[in-house]
């Protein structure tokens, strides 16, 4: 009888731990540790979140070159740096997309864009695809802010940067702001969690 | 008597104010309709789309989410728009829900349609509020297009992945059969 419950015990554990590891596979969900990394930027230099010793945190957005989604929000995005960078949270701009399933997503291409928009922040290349799936990151455009603690850097918001695609000028919530000022009051981030539609990441 | 009339006229009203709203839900009232030469696209927000697929007939249907400018999703039409002539005689049928922007439909929309020559239903989900939404659909939904549903009276199922012909025809036989 004893050693039916340890193994029915063992048996728990296992399913705990599956379900745990399949957790993660699927990415951060808030209160997680987000990965650091080391990615090139379009001036060709190595960036990590650990090189930003006075950050309080980060606006991670995974984003790219062609998608419309994504070239609705760049200004906002720029916007988003422009004011938050000197509050302590930069924005890492990150280009999840493999090249060689769509040539506008390429190295050269984001260095053009770059330009073109006047982007403030460094925008990355996860090349080989292996910092997004860490993430969880689906679509772009995909938003992650982090916290930086003793811990690490603790993801404290996922999802849109706010409820308008279409037209900014229509926009009523604004999600990733709200979430940034709350952090830099140390107050708990109210919208954890939202979804947008956005396109999927091509592997 | 008056009252019992005004109870039987109040009950009379209600049946029928019922009715004309279960109507209304079937074919909800689209928001625009924009025009081409072969072609018309209703546009609903989130609350017609849900009037739109609210089954009550023995018919399954499959609802594709994808826009013109996303490229696998304009790969995977051939499949579907292949299922659509093989179940032409089925209780089957196939709707395009584009989420193009409502400002470029009819440089989008409204040419794409024009040039592949498509003999299909699409409609326009106008609702960019799309976070008050998406779960709606489906609560796994990251958001991300291609995406699909598969619905009928007795069955709903939802797709976050782009489709070759075999796999949709099992997962639409699934439904059928």
């Known amino acids: 009888m004893k050693k039916f419950r340890i193994a029915l015990l063992g048996l728990v554990g296992v399913f705990i731990f599956a379900f745990t590891t399949k957790d993660t596979a699927a990415g951060y ?25 006075d950050a309080k945190g980060f606006v991670v957005i995974f984003t790219t070159n062609h998608c419309p989604y994504a070239k609705a929000y760049e200004e906002r995005i720029v916007a ?18 493999n ?15 770059a330009k073109e928009k ?45 409820d308008n695609y279409e037209d900014e000028k229509a926009v009523k919530v604004k999600y990733v702001e709200d979430a940034v000022n709350s952090l830099l009051k140390g107050k708990e981030v109210e919208v954890k969690t939202t979804k947008a539609i956005g396109c999927s990441i091509k592997a | 008597m008056k009252f019992s009339f005004s109870i039987l006229s109040l009950m009379f009203f209600m049946f029928f104010g019922l009715t004309s709203v279960a109507q209304e839900n079937e074919i909800p009232k689209p928001l625009k309709i924009y025009k081409s030469a072969n072609y018309e696209v209703k546009s609903f927000d989130y609350e017609g789309l849900e009037a739109y697929m609210n089954v009550k007939n023995d018919t399954t249907y499959v609802y594709n989410f994808w826009a013109t400018w996303c490229a696998p999703c304009v790969k995977e039409l051939p499949s579907f728009l292949k299922l659509q002539e093989a179940y032409k005689d089925k209780p089957f049928k196939l709707v395009l829900v584009s989420l193009d922007f409502s400002k470029s439909i009819e440089k989008s929309l409204l040419p794409f349609l024009e040039k592949k020559k498509m ?8 609702d960019p509020d799309a976070n008050s939404w998406i779960e709606k659909i489906d609560k796994d939904w990251s958001g ?12 709903r199922k939802f797709y976050e992945q782009s489709f070759e012909y075999e796999a949709l025809e099992k997962e639409v036989k699934s439904f059928i059969n």
């Open chain 2, 119 to 126: 003999n299909v239903e699409v409609i326009l989900l106008n």
């Open chain 1, 29 to 53: 969900e808030i209160g997680d540790v987000a990965t650091d990394f080391s990615l090139k930027n379009i001036d060709n230099k190595m960036v990590s979140l650990k090189d930003y010793k």
């Open chain 1, 80 to 97: 988003l740096d422009k004011k938050y960078k000197k509050l302590g949270y930069p924005v890492i701009a990150i280009n999840p997309n």
């Open chain 1, 118 to 162: 006047g982007f403030t922040f460094p925008y990355l290349f996860d090349e080989g695809q292996k910092i997004y799936p860490q993430y969880g990151a689906t679509k772009t455009p995909h938003v992650y802010i982090l916290e930086k603690t003793a811990k690490g850097n603790i993801v404290k918001y996922i999802g849109a940067i706010d």
């Open chain 1, 99 to 113: 090249p060689e399933k769509n040539q506008d997503d390429s190295f050269d291409k984001m260095i053009v864009r």
């Open chain 2, 144 to 155: 991300a297009i291609p995406a699909t549903l598969i619905v009928n009276k007795n069955q």
